[in-house]
């Protein structure tokens, strides 16, 4: 069983909760917030399961196409869309970037709902 499994049902639970209250500029800024951690821990933990089954992962774009083949998630592309989303948050001042960020949140909330469950199956 992955340890992280629980932190990062945890962390989506308060991105989830972030991202439903985004209309004051501390609100945005919270729930970006909330995107970065889960964005850093869903790969993170899905590199930490690749490596516990002998597969040598080197950076999240690497994790991100050997999760696919694993069946971990299903199209890598939108997870490289994703790490471009976080590198720019980066950058969260300038207000197109803001709403670049929040437009991603439905897709993340989706794509990361798929990653725990699959995660889930793979590790009974």
Request: negative net charge; charged residues 30%.
């Amino acid at each position: 069983m992955i340890k992280n499994l629980d932190k990062l049902k945890k962390a989506q639970s308060k991105f989830e909760k972030f991202r439903q209250n985004l209309t004051t500029e501390q609100e945005q800024v919270g729930a970006i917030q909330a995107f970065e951690f889960c964005y850093e821990l869903a790969w993170k933990t899905i590199k930490k399961f690749l490596e516990s089954e002998n597969f040598e992962v080197t950076s999240p774009k690497d994790t991100f196409r050997k999760a696919a083949i694993n069946g971990i998630i299903s199209n890598p592309e939108i997870w490289f869309d994703f790490q471009n989303i976080r590198n720019i948050t980066v950058h969260t001042y300038e207000e197109d970037n803001i709403l670049l960020v929040l437009n991603a949140f439905d897709s993340f909330s989706i794509e990361l709902e798929k990653v725990i469950i699959n995660l889930e199956k793979l590790n009974v």
